[in-house]
């Protein structure tokens, strides 16, 4: 899970796994594959950079036990 704030400062996370799309419009907005939506403080860049890190996370997990 990564942690995002919505707008009005409540901290959630969110599996970046089902993110399908990231806009900046100007909020940033991320939508799901299910659909759903929400709207963050974080720039699409820091919600990028959040992923990957997530991302790594998971693979250096899997060839520390591999």
């Known amino acids: 899970m990564i942690e995002l704030t919505r ?3 409540t901290v959630f996370g969110l599996n970046p796994d089902l993110i399908e ?6 909020d940033t907005v991320i939508t799901l594959t299910t659909g759903r939506k929400f709207i963050v403080k974080e ?21 520390k036990l591999g």
């Open 7 to 9: 707008l009005n400062g």
């Open 21 to 26: 799309v990231v806009d900046s419009t100007p």
């Open 43 to 63: 720039s699409r860049q820091e919600v990028k950079n959040l992923v990957l890190s997530y991302k790594k996370a998971i693979f250096a997990e899997l060839f």
